[in-house]
């Protein structure tokens, strides 16, 4: 590869690894996020900020202990999907508004700012993913990901048909969706 020239992304591998449910944990996730995003030639800002948000929502309130999270990054047409899954599925995020002076409550609203649409989906009991997406710069678009279940904690894991940039990818009924609209 020439210099400045980017990696292609790979077809087919999305992205996918375990963490401890602790602060260490999602501090990785950032940095193992930030190194695939490298590999993959994508920018990193502002997609290391939603992967920071999102682990650190799963290590304060999807923390279970003994319980890992895990980080999966994957491609579909223009679009970067970030899942965070943990495994507290009965406690869904919502977006608050803090007091100015709150020390945190801020990292939906960051979410939210940055992502082009996230969302939550449940399943399989105990677990919830919480996802953000990302168009990616139409100067390198990518290649699409074909996806699957398997080992992905059986969660749903296919490709996203998208005609309209804002519509939202099929989810479990349960699933909630925001989009910036």
């Known amino acids: 590869m020439h210099p400045g020239q980017s990696a292609p992304v ?4 999305p992205f996918s690894v375990p963490l401890s449910s602790t602060p260490r944990g999602a501090c990785i996730a950032r940095l193992l996020a930030t190194e695939q995003l490298r590999d993959w030639g994508l920018p990193l800002d502002p997609m290391a900020h939603i992967v920071a948000d999102l682990a650190a929502n ?34 869904a995020p919502q977006a608050q508004h803090p007091a100015a002076d709150a020390e945190s409550g801020r990292g939906l609203l960051i979410v939210d700012a940055l992502a082009d649409r996230w969302g939550t989906s449940e399943g399989p009991a105990p677990r919830k993913t919480v996802w953000a997406e990302v168009a990616l710069p139409s100067t390198s678009p990518p290649k699409p990901s074909p996806l699957s279940s398997g080992d992905m904690g059986g969660l749903s894991q296919e490709p996203l048909a998208r ?5 939202a990818p099929p989810l479990p009924p349960a699933a909630q969706t925001h989009s910036r609209e």
């Open 10 to 13: 790979r077809s087919g591998s």
């Open 58 to 91: 799963a290590v304060t309130h999807g923390r279970v202990p003994g319980r890992d999270f895990r980080l999966t990054l994957y491609v579909v047409g223009d679009t970067l999907r970030i899942e965070v899954t943990d495994t507290r599925g009965e406690r």
């Open 163 to 167: 005609k309209n940039p804002h519509q």
